[in-house]
């Protein structure tokens, strides 16, 4: 027998089967609804639940806190439909809907950024419009891996012609390793999206962070340039993490656009190894640098892109400085086998 989840406030009602996850169901019926990486790592799906059966899989504490918890949050892709559910949106005002597209594109140009990170730039054959929000990601079928298609953030900004990717090899990895012999120019590639909802938002006019790790500059650099063209100014604090020199670029570019604006503030901050002479860079973490800067982050946005690890430190310190999970919007670059988990705890509200 079905079930029937309702959103509070709106008209919308649709049929899930017992055991589909809410996002699942609302997804699968065309809802709009807020969400990245659907696997309780990053909050985004979080909404209150006003009534009804669900069984809530496993999440990590940094999606939800215990007092969201016990207040009524849970996480729409954790939780299971055992019984008829209604939720109630967080973030209305913040959501957007784009429409999901299945474009295909060709490569116009794959270039070498670091030792192992390419910039993949693509045209849009058909399929397109493609209207997304900068910081947005999609899911993408390359031809040499079929049938295995990776999440990767636009890194260009919707006015920005064609679609931008910086893919990170992982090593042994399916798809992006060895990615720069195996993908050419007039290469077909299947995007499928936009997805997520680590985007800029637009009509927030306080200071912003935003933290990158490796890769992560993709998001933080489409986040960048639709900032630098918005009429009104804010304090912006870039803070990217590499491990050494080798793994620093776009930099001319961000400084460039750092420049226009006198009060955004750029650092790079080295792991491993020491700056090249007469570069001025700090090093160690990167979320010490920023701990070194900040006590508060309160009245902040902050957006936050690349490996788990430091999507998980960055987050933590955010939030323990005062920033509510509301203002955190992060997209860990989690591969694409870590997207199963387990059951963990029974909810019920009459
Ligand atoms: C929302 C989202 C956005 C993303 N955006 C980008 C992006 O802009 N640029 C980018 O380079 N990547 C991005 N990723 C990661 C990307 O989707 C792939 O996971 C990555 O390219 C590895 O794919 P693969 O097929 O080469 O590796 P797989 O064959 O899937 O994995 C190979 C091995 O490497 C491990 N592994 C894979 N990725 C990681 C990782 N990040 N950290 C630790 N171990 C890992 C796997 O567990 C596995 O053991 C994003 C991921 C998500 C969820
Ligand atoms: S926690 Fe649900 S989409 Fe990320």
């Known amino acids: 027998m079905s079930h029937i989840i309702r959103i509070e406030g709106s008209s919308t009602a649709v049929d899930a089967e017992p055991g589909d996850t809410v996002l699942d169901a609302l997804l699968m019926a065309g809802v709009g609804f807020s969400y990245s990486c659907q696997a309780g790592n990053c909050g985004t799906c979080r909404c209150e639940l006003v009534s009804g059966d669900i069984l809530e899989l496993e999440y990590s504490e940094h999606a939800l806190s215990a007092e969201d918890r016990a207040r009524g949050v849970v996480l729409a892709c954790r939780a299971q439909v055992w019984g008829d559910v209604t939720v109630r949106r967080l973030d209305d005002e913040e959501f957007v809907v784009h429409p999901s597209r299945i474009l295909d594109c ?156 006198p009060d955004w503030h750029v650092h790079w901050v080295l792991s491993h190894g020491e700056p090249d002479p007469g570069r001025a860079r700090r090093t160690g973490l990167v979320t010490d640098a920023i701990a070194q800067d900040f006590t508060t982050f309160e009245g902040f946005k902050a957006y936050v892109a690349g490996p788990p690890a430091m999507v998980g430190a960055a987050s933590e310190l955010l939030q323990a400085r005062g920033l509510p999970l509301r203002d955190l919007h992060a997209d860990a670059f989690y591969p694409a086998d870590r997207k199963a988990s387990a059951p963990s705890e029974e909810v019920s509200i009459p």
């Open 106 to 261: 060709r490569v116009t140009a794959v270039e070498k950024a670091t030792h192992d990170i390419w910039r993949v730039r693509l045209d849009i054959r058909t399929g397109g419009p493609y209207a997304f929000s900068a910081g947005q990601y999609a899911s993408v079928e390359f031809p040499f891996a079929r049938g295995k298609a990776r999440d990767y953030s636009m890194a260009n900004a919707p006015f920005e012609p064609g679609i931008e990717f910086h893919v990170r090899e992982m090593s042994g990895g399916a798809v992006s390793s060895g990615l720069g012999e195996k993908l050419a120019v007039g290469d077909a590639v299947r995007v499928s999206g936009p997805f997520g909802s680590a985007h800029l938002r637009e009509k927030h006019f306080g200071p912003v962070i935003a933290v990158a790790g490796g890769s992560g500059l993709a998001p933080i650099r489409a986040i960048l340039v639709a900032l630098d063209q918005l009429l009104d100014e804010r304090p912006v604090h870039v803070y990217v993490g590499a491990r050494t020199e080798a793994d620093v670029y776009c930099e001319d570019e961000i400084r460039g656009l750092a420049r226009l604006h």
